[in-house]
């Protein structure tokens, strides 16, 4: 695995900042947190402009309550956000072409990424899951059966890293890890052999 410290100098101060982090502190968030964070991921670029998100910001302690308690027990520490977001979607709300280019996940990520770097920005933490359970939770937001419930980000003030389990503090504190770059980018065509 690639180490991230090389390359601090040379990226974007955002992108290098950015990490999942787990530490996560209970203060609650502001209104205009919230709506930064919204604005930012709905700035993202989608297919034919699309805007096939749908986020459901959940801060209600009931309902966040029974989502927490749904979690797998690897995603303990998301249990002391005060704010979740569900992304929803659903895949005619984006293009569907030929050659099995279907576009709405895709395009959700960007919108996520881009939450992400707007969170970091502000200096919060902003982790996304998939980790949770979807039937617990589609149904405390009321999700609509077409649509898919495709990820949740756990967001809020960082926290005190001493609150972690041991293996998760360590990853927390140390540095990003990444497949070397030439397993992962050929030039001129698709170097097959490296697939997966
Ligand atoms: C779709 C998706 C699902 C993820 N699910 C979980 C999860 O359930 N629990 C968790 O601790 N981290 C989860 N992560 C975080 C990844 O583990 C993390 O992004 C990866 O280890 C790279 O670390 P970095 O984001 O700090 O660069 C998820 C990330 C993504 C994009």
Redesign the pocket.
């Known amino acids: 695995m690639d180490r991230e410290s090389s390359q601090k100098e040379v990226l974007n101060e955002l992108i290098m900042r950015?990490?999942?982090k787990?530490a996560i502190s209970e203060e609650e968030l502001t209104e205009a947190d919230l709506e930064k964070l919204a604005r930012a991921a709905h700035l993202a670029p989608s297919c034919f402009n699309n805007q096939p998100w749908r986020f459901v910001l959940v801060e209600e302690s009931a309902k966040l309550g029974r989502i927490k308690e749904s979690l797998p027990g690897?995603?303990y520490w998301a249990k002391k956000a005060p704010l979740i977001v569900a992304v929803v979607s659903r895949q005619d709300m984006d293009c569907e072409l030929s050659g099995g280019r279907i576009y709405y996940k895709f395009d959700c990520g960007l919108a996520v990424e881009n939450l992400l770097l707007q969170a970091t920005e502000m200096g919060l933490v902003a982790?996304?899951?998939?980790?949770f359970n979807p039937e617990v939770t589609r149904e405390v937001l009321n999700i609509p059966a077409e649509f898919d419930l495709i990820?949740l980000v756990v967001i809020g003030k960082p926290g005190d890293p001493e609150e972690l389990s041991d293996k998760h503090r360590e990853v927390e504190l140390g540095e990003?890890k990444r497949l070397p770059l030439e397993d992962v980018v050929s030039k001129n065509e698709f170097d097959d052999l490296r697939a997966g």
């Open positions: 950015r990490r999942s787990r690897g995603n982790h996304p899951i998939a980790g990820t990003r």
